[in-house]
């Protein structure tokens, strides 16, 4: 099945307004089969989960199918998928979990390209119980990540990296990342939050014992997922309250689930793998769709990148060797592009966007740049649109 951008976009009933979305990256338009799916799991018969009643059952049924789509999206085992209201509450949550096996001493590594979330979790932790924290930098010219080995010893824990920058979309040498931290005994703590929209994901070949995203940034609703290691998990003990269940991934979940949410996910996953998958198998079907996906979002980065180098007093940050589609553009009031742009119905929003370590390292404070995030349903319109209204902007 060839990708099809404009019978893509037929699906996502918000687009029909005419906005050029580039803000992607803070989060996907929704398509319309995600939405019928939270609908449906509303107004259909559902409790708490169980094994009695129908609508126990149903709740039930829609927690294991969720499980099984987010095992099949991250190539990963559906006993480690932790829900949760969203990955910072998550990491905040396994952060103090895991500082419990922490002390004085000890040592956690954190990188000052990731999002706040892969960092001030781990960071409050191991100031909770007197561990140490080792900042792994990158290079600000070439936004790529130092070399982890400086960073390493026998007593590191820890080791938390983005698999793409939110802000620059640089994508680190993870799977080399986590060999050298396995090597010194260190759990990996990958946040795929910004990666995971944009690339086909095998948990196990990136070598990440805890992998985090986002359902919302993939054509999904708003909450997290946790897939990590089952031995890892049966390790931990987090704090939960008595009654509540203690089989993993259970025990990591607090309350009950929102089973609308976990409906959703399963649709989003659903609705990936039918945009151009060709096989009945899930895993194969979405693999092949986030091949289609790259190869259709890196023309129309080609295109922009282009336009941009012909527009007098924009500097492109984004510069690493291997990245996602996105784009931080350092210009004189980005927050007035920003207004600007959005005026005339396209969305590119100026911020640090929570990877505020990453701005500030770049030189553009808690400010930071406009960002430019392209998406599936990205068409080359939009990308002609934003370079007029750049174009005009720099012209004020």
Known sequence: MSYDVAALRAQFPALAAGTAHFDGPGGSQT??????????????????????????????????????????????????IVFGRSTTALLFDLARTLAGTWGPGDEVVVT????????????????????????LDFDPDTTELDDVATVLSPRTRLV???????????????????????????????????LTSHAAISVAELGADVYACSPYKFCGPHLGVLAARPELLEELRPAKLLPSSDAVPERFELGTLPYELLAGTTAAVDFLAGICGSTA???????????????HEDPLRARLEAGLAELPGVVVRSRAAHRTPTLLLQLDRPADAYRYLADRRVNAPASSFYALEASRRLGLGDTGGLRVGLSPYTCAEDVERLLAGLRDFLQL
């Open 31 to 80: 398509p319309a089969v995600v939405a019928q799916a939270v609908a449906d799991a509303m107004t259909s018969p559902i409790a708490n989960r169980g094994s009695v009643t129908e609508a126990e059952k149903h709740a039930d049924g829609i927690v294991l199918r969720a499980r099984a789509a987010m095992a099949d999206l991250l190539d990963a085992d559906p006993r480690g």
């Open 112 to 135: 000052r390209l990731d999002h706040d979330a892969n960092i001030r979790p781990w960071v409050l932790a191991a100031e909770s119980v007197g561990a140490t924290v080792r900042w």
């Open 160 to 194: 938390a990296v983005t698999g793409a920058s939110n802000l620059v979309g640089t994508r680190p040498p993870v799977r080399t990342i986590t060999d050298a931290a396995h090597a010194v005994g260190a759990v990996t703590v990958v946040d795929g939050v910004h």
């Open 281 to 295: 198998d899930r895993r194969a079907a979405l693999v092949e769709t986030m091949g289609a996906i790259e190869a």
